[in-house]
């Protein structure tokens, strides 16, 4: 079964509103999760990092007010994107990491988002 | 920033034969990841390669870190392998996010 649980998996929200992403470890604690994004197309590219307790990093180029990251508890860290526009329109994926395996990294289903 | 190149990026080939999907990286890694995507999305974890070599059924990962290369085989090939293959690498420890190749989509007719 999911190591790593998303959700949701697909959502289509309306320009100008805001959309949260959940990303759940089920059955291990977390203090570092990633959050990706994919457009069509293309690679996957890491968004930023979330820290359990404390502020997300974010890559170069991401837009930290945009793109609100939290990470509140040791299994589950949100995702929202608010204001959304068409062009943040994309594939989004987050990772964590599994201590007990060797840090093997696991993926949630991914949630693909439509801004109409 | 660690540039992850890989080869072929598509690749069309009959069941049962061998396939070899190259991956090479510019900077120094951690840890290199072979990663499945499926035309849904979804994301396996296929390999973490630090150095030598693994296998897992159908699958064989090598890595070179002095040439900065890792190759990823499948033998006796199956329609069911059709998927996009990517290649992913970690600089740091486990705080530091991956960075990954453009993927290699591979196609298996039967």
Redesign the interface.
């Known amino acids: 079964g999911a190591v790593v649980s998303q959700h949701p998996s697909r959502v289509i929200c309306k320009s100008g509103t805001s959309v949260k992403i959940e990303c759940r470890s089920l059955d291990f604690q977390a203090t570092t999760m990633f959050w990706y994004r994919q457009f069509p197309k293309q690679s996957l590219m890491l968004m930023a990092t979330s820290n359990e307790g404390s502020k997300a990093t974010y890559e170069q180029g991401v837009e930290k007010d945009k793109f609100l990251i939290n990470h509140a508890s040791l299994t589950l860290s949100t995702l929202t994107v608010t204001s959304a526009h068409p062009e943040d329109s994309s594939f989004y994926i987050c990772s964590a990491s599994r201590p007990s395996e060797g840090n093997t990294i696991y993926f949630g289903e991914g949630s693909w988002l439509t801004v109409v | 920033k660690n540039e992850v190149e890989q080869s072929p990026q598509n690749l069309t080939a009959q069941e049962g034969e061998f396939i070899t999907i190259n991956c090479s990286y510019s900077v120094g890694i951690s840890?290199l990841?072979w990663?499945q995507q499926h035309p849904?999305?979804?994301?396996?974890?296929l390999f973490?390669l630090s150095s030598g070599k693994k296998k897992h059924g159908r699958l064989i990962a090598t890595i070179n870190i002095q040439e900065k290369h890792s190759s990823l085989h499948i033998t006796a090939s199956h329609p069911r392998d059709s998927a996009v293959y990517?290649c992913?690498v970690r600089s740091g420890g486990?705080?530091?996010?991956?960075?990954?190749?453009?993927?290699t989509h591979l196609i298996i007719q039967p």
Do not use: N, P
Not at chain 2, 40 to 45: A, C, D, E, F, R
């Open positions: 840890a990841h990663l849904g999305g979804g994301i396996v974890s973490m990517i992913a486990g705080a530091d996010g991956l960075t990954f190749g453009k993927g």
